[in-house]
């Protein structure tokens, strides 16, 4: 079995969809059970978001953006389909879109703007991008609609739900076994992506780009041969593109590089890595639905090479060091003990700490969004300490965070060595260091002034100019 998933801009526009019918075209259905995935047509979302917000504060906007969904809805399928050889089909994206019309109406009329009203609402762009996908493939070879939230079982964190695997897998395998038994064993069903159900039966979404969890979880559950990411970009870039023109696709990464790159948010495959996708070793093909030949980027657990895949940047990050004098009145391991239960049980996310053998200091950055909160944690935890002078704190704001991954990231030393040097050259000071354990992860500290330039000069030393 193969699973595919098309993202939003691959679903845009009527010559879009007519590009998935003709790579379906390519594939032998017959012998091989292929199940789509799609996101909301590219920018839906965001409009239902905010058709969500402008209903909940009573501002009447919100019936002009309805308006324009509808309108593009009913237009592409208009354009992919006639009404009078699938008239059911027009009933159900009429139907979907009255009911979207009756929640926002409920919404503006009760002022309610609770999470899971987002959610609600934000769950009509699957439903509508999968009802007409569907619709069109039909008329090329038998396909059909199908709501995820009869078998994506989540928690109840609406906007950012975690899908309750094994609740779900035994769903999703029932679910397909009475599927194919009941269609012609080669449908094509076209899951929406992104959403889900509590428990107790309330709409959820799997945070942005959510799609890309659907397939995963699919493909884990059904034990798929391979799973197929299909975007707008030819695969991962060793950076953004936007950022490093010069950027190039991996052919291949591992997926602890590609849960790495998930995590930093590289968005073309942000939440497809899944332990469970891992331990079942399913492969992952990350293609470009409008460059379809491209050979694309392949995530197994083997990677080729131990080399640098990738250099990525986040900003707005502060940078705090907690450092005494009195090393034997206060150890910093005790400080660091008490650090990991206050900022964490706050909710505090730290993105990069680091001690060294120094038993002076300890050094932890964080999204400048908490800086004051973290103040005031660390100022209640350690107030004695502060009041004797054992403790001092130094923090640097307008810090960003390079990352460079690759399999044993650690070994490269020459690598490493002449990304030092480069750095120097062009007098870039890193304010901090750290090596994750999963030795695939190196992270710099440095002033965000000077981030544009180090990923540049980083770039360039690795994959323009190697040693
Ligand atoms: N439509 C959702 C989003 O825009 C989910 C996705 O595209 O995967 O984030
Ligand atoms: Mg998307």
Not at 210 to 232: F, Q
Not at 239 to 258: F, G, H, N, R
Not at 299 to 320: D, Q, R
Not at 426 to 439: D, M, Q, V, Y
Request: hydrophobic residues 40%; glycine residues 4%; proline residues 3%.
């Amino acid at each position: 079995m193969k699973i595919m998933k098309f993202g939003g801009s691959s679903v845009a526009t009527a010559e879009r969809m007519r590009q998935i019918g003709e790579i379906l075209l390519t594939l032998d259905i017959k012998n091989e059970q292929v199940i789509l995935v799609v996101s909301a047509l590219r920018n839906i979302t965001d409009q239902l978001l905010e058709c969500a917000s402008l209903a909940a504060n009573n501002q009447e906007d919100y019936k002009k953006i309805f308006k324009y969904i509808s309108e593009r809805h009913l237009e592409l399928l208009s354009n992919l389909v006639e009404e009078k050889n699938n008239p059911l089909a027009y009933g159900s994206v009429k139907k979907i879109l009255h009911e979207l019309y009756k929640t926002l109406h409920s919404i503006q009329y009760l002022r309610d703007n609770d999470l899971y009203i987002l959610d609600l609402v934000a769950s009509f762009g699957e439903q509508l991008s999968a009802t007409i996908l569907a619709a069109y493939l039909n008329s090329l070879f038998p396909a059909r609609f199908v709501d995820a939230r009869q078998f994506i079982i989540t928690n109840n964190h609406f906007t950012n739900a975690r899908v309750l695997y094994e609740e779900s897998s035994h769903a999703i395998q029932n679910y397909f076994d009475q599927f194919f038994k009941q269609e012609e064993e080669y449908t094509v069903p076209i899951v929406t992506g992104f959403i889900g159900m509590t428990k107790d039966k309330h709409a959820t979404t799997l945070g942005r780009d959510g799609s890309n969890y659907t397939l995963a979880v699919l493909g884990a559950a059904l034990n798929a041969r391979v799973i197929e990411i299909w975007s707008d970009v030819d695969g991962v870039y060793s950076a953004d593109p936007k950022l490093i023109p010069s950027s190039v696709v991996q052919p291949t990464l591992s997926y602890i590089e590609a849960e790495e790159l998930s995590n930093f948010r590289v968005k073309v495959i942000r939440s497809a890595i899944i332990p469970q996708l891992i331990e079942k070793n399913i492969p992952m093909y990350v293609k470009n639905t409008f460059n379809p030949t491209a050979v694309g980027t392949y995530i197994s657990l083997h990677a080729k090479s131990s080399a640098i895949k990738n250099v990525s940047v986040m900003h707005g990050l502060v940078l705090i060091t907690l450092s005494t004098l009195f090393p034997i009145e206060i150890s910093i391991s005790h400080i660091i003990e008490r650090l990991f239960r206050v900022l964490p049980s706050a909710g505090i996310h730290l993105t990069l700490i680091t001690q060294t053998s120094s038993t002076h200091d300890v050094c932890f950055s964080i999204h400048e969004t908490e800086a004051k909160r973290v103040q005031e944690l660390i100022n209640i935890e350690f107030l004695h300490e502060f009041q004797q002078n054992f403790l001092m704190i130094k923090k640097s704001a307008n810090q960003s965070l390079i990352v460079l991954i690759g399999n044993n990231i650690k070994q490269l030393l020459s690598n490493l060595g002449k990304i030092f040097i480069d750095l120097d050259h062009h007098h870039i000071r890193l304010n901090g260091i750290a090596h994750g354990t999963s030795e695939c992860n190196m992270s710099f500290v440095i002033n965000s002034n000077q981030s544009h330039k180090a990923l540049e000069v980083i770039h360039h030393s690795i994959f323009q100019n190697p040693s």
